[in-house]
């Protein structure tokens, strides 16, 4: 159960790659456990589970985590350098969003990347109910953010954050076309 919620939480490289490793010593003890028992459909089927176990360790403690720690050692030599400042575009979604007081709106769930220009078009947004069940979707502008290396600041105000038509389900449009300036 432990593997289980550090793989399903996927709170990053390290901690899922950990996952697999807590699960990879459950399948050769119930591999074993088969062997002394002789019960050969559970030897097959945790020597097969061991076998993904491993791929899983290899991919998030040996592949995932190099390209986690390489974004985030040019992230941080970004900071100290006169170079611009950079954060990964993987680490865009789940960044947290802000009112520009500061008072904290949600977070980014998603980017959509213009193909052809490179340019971010709009970034989701996720806002939660006060008990945390429902959660409302809002594509908002690039235009309409500040990107920053911790967080996601909008430069509209909550009311104009709200006029923009949630989501509805997972189809997602082509593009923002909500003119925030105008509600704001």
């Not at 076998?51 to 985590?65: A, C």
């Not at 680490?91 to 052809?116: F, H, N, Q, W, Y």
Request: charged share 20%; aromatic share 8%; proline share 4%.
């Amino acid at each position: 159960m432990l593997a289980a919620m550090m793989t399903a939480a996927n709170l990053g490289a390290r901690l899922t790659g950990w996952g697999f490793v807590v699960f990879t010593f459950g399948s050769i003890a119930w591999t074993i456990v088969g062997l002394t028992s002789g019960q050969t459909n559970l030897i097959a089927s945790n020597g097969f589970l061991t076998l993904v176990n491993v791929v899983g360790i290899w991919r998030w403690l040996g592949r995932q985590r190099k390209y986690e720690d390489g974004g985030r050692s040019a992230r941080e030599a970004s900071r100290r350098s006169s170079e611009p400042t950079l954060f990964t575009a993987t680490g865009l979604a789940g960044m947290p969003v802000a009112l520009e007081d500061g008072t904290p709106l949600g977070k980014s769930v998603e980017a959509l990347i213009e193909c052809r220009s490179g340019e971010v078009s709009y970034v989701v947004v996720a806002t939660s109910s006060a008990a945390g069940l429902e959660e409302q979707l809002r594509p908002v502008p690039a235009r309409s953010i500040g990107f920053g290396c911790d967080r996601l600041t909008l430069a509209i105000s909550r009311g104009a954050y709200e006029a923009i038509a949630p989501l509805d389900g997972d189809a997602w449009p082509a593009s923002a076309e909500q003119d925030t300036k105008a509600v704001s």
